[in-house]
Nanobody, 128 residues
Framework: QAQLVESGGGLVQAGGSLRLSCGAS????????MGWFRQVPGKGREFVAAISWSGGRTYYAESVKGRFTISRDNANYAVYLQMNNLKPEDTAVYYCAADQDYCVGYNCYISVSEYDYWGQGTQVTVSS
């Protein structure tokens, strides 16, 4: 059973920064594209960012482009989400996800149903 564990969430003022981390098992991580999604109460899970298994391709939601950066450290089986210039509308539970199938193109990476494994989520709260 794959296991993804997120960390790094918390409370921050608008304009501040946070860095989310997600650790995975070697078996899960080495062949997976990785994604970050977020969810607020009463709404569906929303795509935030994704990175290919090699790290050569990254994808972002329009709402976070230029503020968030996704990266991965394959040697340590970790993926990160650097979040800068945070806004109150970024407040959500953030989830890390792994996709072990071959994924091509933006429409694939942004799809919740494409991902096979999910972490438990970490809360990010941005105060105004």
């Amino acid at each position: 059973q794959a296991q993804l564990v997120e960390s790094g969430g918390g409370l921050v003022q608008a304009g501040g920064s946070l860095r989310l981390s997600c650790g995975a098992s070697r078996r899960t991580f080495s062949v997976s594209a990785m994604g970050w999604f977020r969810q607020v109460p009463g709404k569906g899970r929303e795509f935030v960012a994704a990175i290919s298994w090699s790290g050569g391709r990254t994808y972002y939601a329009e709402s976070v482009k230029g503020r968030f950066t996704i990266s991965r450290d394959n040697a340590n089986y970790a993926v990160y989400l650097q979040m800068n210039n945070l806004k109150p509308e970024d407040t959500a539970v953030y989830y890390c996800a792994a996709d072990q199938d071959y994924c091509v193109g933006y429409n694939c990476y942004i799809s919740v149903s494409e991902y096979d494994y999910w972490g438990q989520g970490t809360q990010v709260t941005v105060s105004s």
